[in-house]
């Protein structure tokens, strides 16, 4: 991977690579992709990249301009090595990243509809895939300042993540009340699915940890201290079992509200928060 960082490092409008998810965490299983990201500026040479592409892999591969994913993942392309490795090249705007990483900082965030995050791009994400991720490549020595940076977790963004995130959820949680008096399957376990999702969000920056995307972000805020007492087990068993009669959406909306009411005690006491530290 270093020496494909390598080459797509030369392409012209590239300005570094790095690897992101769970093969640079550690966490990953023999068969897990490798994931790429490919930051540049302005526009980098697609043809450029295709050709790099073909010769890595022994044939056509597409390349998804910036933007043709949608607003947040970006763009990219899939790659499957001559040796069954499957390699995921997503591009990430540099400038954006560092314009986000300026908001964030400042305390300010937004979310996104984007396909692949059913509950939405939290734009703190691009910060912490910088700090998360392994350089490979870093031709114009901008990726190694800003990793150094989001090291640390903006307290600012901690406030606001936080009290959002909770409001958020406890929101949520009143509209699928309103749901469940119908039976209105549908939209109480859409509005379940995201309060989970906002107090799972919420965990994570009391503590000062970066949340990626939904994947496995559960078990991990699990594992956070203070965190209310079999939180993961309670928030699955709460959508693996939410009904679909009036009377068992009742009692998951309420098995809801118990969890943001405990999560909402967790984030307004002093203690029990931790800053990232890669």
């Not at 270093?2 to 965490?25: C, D, N």
């Not at 940076?149 to 929101?171: H, I, K, Q």
Request: with cysteine; net charge negative.
């Amino acid at each position: 991977m270093k020496e494909i960082a390598a080459r797509i490092a030369r392409v012209p409008g590239v300005v570094g690579v790095m690897l992101g998810g769970s093969r640079a965490r550690g966490t990953n299983r023999p068969d897990s992709d490798w994931d790429l990201g490919i930051y540049y500026r302005g526009t980098p040479d697609l043809p450029a990249l295709e050709a790099l592409a073909a010769d890595v892999t022994g044939g056509p591969v597409e390349i998804h301009p910036p933007g043709a994913w949608g607003p947040w993942v970006n763009g990219g392309a899939w790659l499957v090595l001559p040796d069954g490795s499957h390699v995921d090249w997503i591009f990430r705007d540099v400038d954006r990243v560092r314009q986000v990483w300026e908001d964030c900082r400042a305390g300010r965030f937004e979310t996104g509809m984007q396909a692949g995050h059913p509950l939405g791009f939290w734009s703190p994400a691009y910060p912490g895939e910088v700090a998360l991720g392994q350089i490979l490549a870093d031709s114009t020595g901008e990726l190694s300042p800003l990793k150094e940076e989001t090291r640390s977790y903006p307290e600012p963004l901690r406030e606001a993540l936080t009290g959002a995130a909770v409001w958020d959820a406890g929101f949520s949680v009143a509209m699928a009340a309103k749901s469940s008096a119908t039976a209105d399957v549908l939209h109480a376990s859409l509005c379940l699915s995201r309060a989970i999702g906002a107090l799972v969000q919420a965990l994570h920056a009391h503590h000062g940890v970066w949340c990626l995307n939904e994947k496995g972000a559960l078990a991990t805020a699990a594992t956070l201290p203070h965190t209310p007492p079999d939180f993961a087990t309670r928030a699955t068993t709460l959508l693996g079992e939410l009904g679909h009669t009036a009377a068992q959406l009742r009692h998951s909306v309420t098995l809801a509200e118990d969890l943001v009411t405990e999560v909402q005690g967790v984030v307004s006491a002093e203690g029990g928060r931790r800053e990232v530290t890669g």
